[in-house]
C-alpha cells in the first residue's frame, strides 16, 4: 500500500496511531485556500474529529519523493470542496502537504 493510500485509509478509519507514524515531526501543511499553515498535531486532531470526509480518492502520482492526490471532501458544515493535495516525503514520512480547493455546490 502506497503512502498515500495509507494516509487516506488513516483518515477513514480514524486511525491516530497510523497519521501518528505516517507524518514527519516537522510536518507542515498549507492550506492555499486560508493561507493558515498547520503542525502535525493540529492535522492530526482535525483528522480524528471526523470533519474531513474525502470521496473519490485517487492518487495522480506518487514516487519516493511526492505524492499527488485528488479527492471531493464533505466537512461537518456540509461544505464540499474538490481538493487538490501534493505531498512531499522525508525518509518514508509525509513532511509537507499543500491544498488547493474548489468550492463545489451542496
Known sequence: MSIL???SAAIKNKDEAVMNDLLHDDF???MHKSGNVLGKSDVIKWAMSGDINQDKVRVVYENDEVG??????TFDDGNVEAVMAVYKYDN????SLET???PMPK
Open 5 to 7: 493510500e495509507k494516509y
Open 28 to 30: 507542515k501543511f498549507t
Open 68 to 73: 499527488v492526490h485528488h479527492s471531493f471532501v
Open 92 to 95: 518514508g514520512k509525509i513532511v
Open 100 to 102: 488547493g480547493a474548489t
